[in-house]
């Protein structure tokens, strides 16, 4: 069964950074593509970063240039650094698996990315 722990977020002030991190269970990081999703009260959940079992990623267009997927195969954990970060960036972010995408040549459609963990808040202050 694949268990996801994102952790690392907080609040910020508008051109600040973080870092956030996903441990992964049940399923090699390195085997699979995985994305950093995000979600606003009241809006629909998207997918903002997505990397897959190549290494390569991809990003949704507002976080291009700012943020950065990554992975640790050794410990089998997903990150994000998020620079640069704008108000417009508050938001809870989950990391999630998509199983049945292999490779990528841009953002996967969030119907793919099956299973998140409890996700992570992030807010931006401006």
């Known amino acids: 069964q694949v268990h996801l722990v994102e952790a690392g977020g907080g609040s910020v002030q508008a051109g600040g950074s973080l870092r956030l991190s996903c441990a992964v269970s049940?399923?090699?990081?390195?085997?699979?593509?995985m994305g950093w999703l995000r979600q606003v009260p009241g809006k629909e959940r998207e997918v903002v970063a997505a990397?897959?079992?190549?290494?390569?990623?991809e990003y949704t267009g507002s976080v291009k240039g700012r943020f950065t997927i990554s992975r640790d195969n050794a410990e089998n954990h997903l990150y994000l650094d998020m620079n640069s970060l704008i108000p417009e960036d508050t938001a809870m972010y989950f990391c999630?698996?998509?199983?049945?995408?292999?490779?990528?040549?841009?953002?996967?459609?969030?119907?793919?990315?099956?299973?998140w963990g409890q996700g992570t808040q992030v807010t931006v202050a401006s």
């Open positions: 999630a698996v998509a199983r049945d995408v292999h490779q990528i040549l841009h953002i996967p459609p969030i119907r793919y990315f099956e299973t």
């Open positions: 049940g399923i090699s990081v390195g085997s699979t593509c």
């Open positions: 990397v897959d079992y190549r290494g390569h990623d």
